[in-house]
């Protein structure tokens, strides 16, 4: 079926450091994605989002690049902080509704 | 301006029981969809609402039903609940026809 999914299930970065976080996904009509942080205890929260007419997104120290033609996602955090802890989703959206793969649990180290 | 608010926090049933969670949506949001977010795993579509009617649904038995009301709320039941039903369940919230979803803190369901 169809699914989005994560290369790494755990990440371990030091502090200040960039973090990297991938993801794949298998339906190539997908023209909307997200990444969502999710912190213990509490809901996914929107970080940034692409369209599929886009390569590259920026937001406040966070960057998405889509490539479309490996059907591939990366999130990109500068700087790395200890509030950036948590685990973090890639979501598909197909007709209005997202579709999550399995996370990646972004460690960072001070 | 509150965003999405889901009640109660944490529930402990029996199996077989019967459950109902509630959620509020974002104020000026009318599309509601409910997920079921495993221990470990990310989170799986359940259905969504608009307009008082279930849009869509995805892949979860007919014990699984749920509700909107006039005022964009909207309620999930869970009926002769099993272990495996034991999860976070969220709700989302979105404005009509635009990709704006604000999630709830979820109720975290214990099913014993």
């Known amino acids: 079926g169809e699914s989005v999914g994560l290369h790494l299930p755990t990440l371990s970065v030091q502090e200040g450091d960039n973090s990297i976080i991938n993801c794949a996904y298998s339906n190539s009509a997908s023209d909307y994605f997200i990444w969502y942080k999710q912190e213990s205890g509490k809901g996914p929260q929107f970080i940034i989002d692409?369209?599929?007419?886009?390569d590259k997104r920026q937001g406040q120290r966070v960057t998405v690049l889509l490539n479309k033609t490996v059907k591939h996602l990366s999130l990109q955090i500068a700087a790395t902080q200890p509030g950036d802890s948590a685990v973090y989703f890639c979501?598909?959206?197909?007709?209005?509704?997202?579709?999550f793969g399995q996370g990646t649990e972004l460690s960072v180290k001070p | 301006d509150a965003g999405v608010t889901q009640s109660p926090t944490h529930l402990i049933k029996t199996r077989g029981q019967q459950v109902t969670l509630r959620c509020s949506p974002k104020s000026g949001h009318d599309t509601v969809s409910w997920y079921q977010q495993a221990l470990g795993q990310g989170p799986q579509f359940i259905f969504q609402?608009?307009?008082?009617?279930?849009?869509q649904r995805g892949n979860f038995p007919d014990r699984f039903s749920g509700h909107q009301y006039p005022n964009y709320s909207s309620e999930l039941n869970v009926n002769a609940l099993l272990l495996g039903d034991s999860a976070l369940y969220l709700c989302?919230?979105?404005?009509?026809?635009?990709?704006?979803?604000?999630f709830g803190s979820g109720t975290r369901l214990t099913v014993v």
């Open positions: 609402y608009y307009e008082e009617e279930e849009r």
């Open positions: 692409i369209r599929s007419n886009m």
């Open positions: 979501a598909e959206v197909q007709g209005g509704k997202l579709i």
């Open positions: 989302a919230s979105s404005p009509t026809s635009i990709y704006g979803y604000t």
